[in-house]
């Protein structure tokens, strides 16, 4: 059974930095494109970074671009995604995901994380 199991949120204050992990097991994801998403209360998941699985090709939200740094290492068969200069609004909660190209669409994604609550206070 593939499972992806996201860590590392928590709560930091506005201007900090916290680096996200999420663990692939189950599948060998080293071949998949592996994105990070974020859902806010009363808002719509959204794309927030992904990357190919070369590590050749990433993809960044224009909100995040220049602060987030996505990252993976095939070999450990995880995915990180590295944020600085932490914004109130980047609270929300994080899921990691995978598909078979880079993509920003939600919908290309087959397999999910639970998620991991990052909160960002003023």
């Known amino acids: 059974q593939a499972q992806l199991v996201e860590s590392g949120g928590g709560l930091v204050q506005a201007g900090g930095s916290l680096r996200l992990s999420c663990a692939a097991s189950?599948?060998?994801?080293?071949?998949?494109?592996m994105g990070w998403f974020r859902q806010a209360p009363g808002k719509e998941r959204e794309f927030v970074a992904a990357?190919?699985?070369?590590?050749?090709?990433?993809y960044y939200a224009n909100s995040v671009k220049g602060r987030f740094t996505i990252s993976r290492d095939n070999a450990k068969n995880s995915v990180y995604l590295q944020m600085n200069s932490l914004k109130p609004e980047d609270t929300a909660v994080y899921y990691c995901?995978?598909?078979?190209?880079?993509?920003?669409?939600?919908?290309?994604?087959?397999?999910w994380g639970q998620g991991t609550q990052v909160t960002v206070s003023s």
């Open positions: 995901a995978a598909s078979k190209g880079a993509t920003i669409r939600l919908d290309d994604y087959s397999y």
């Open positions: 990357i190919s699985w070369s590590s050749g090709i990433t």
């Open positions: 189950g599948h060998t994801f080293s071949r998949d494109a």
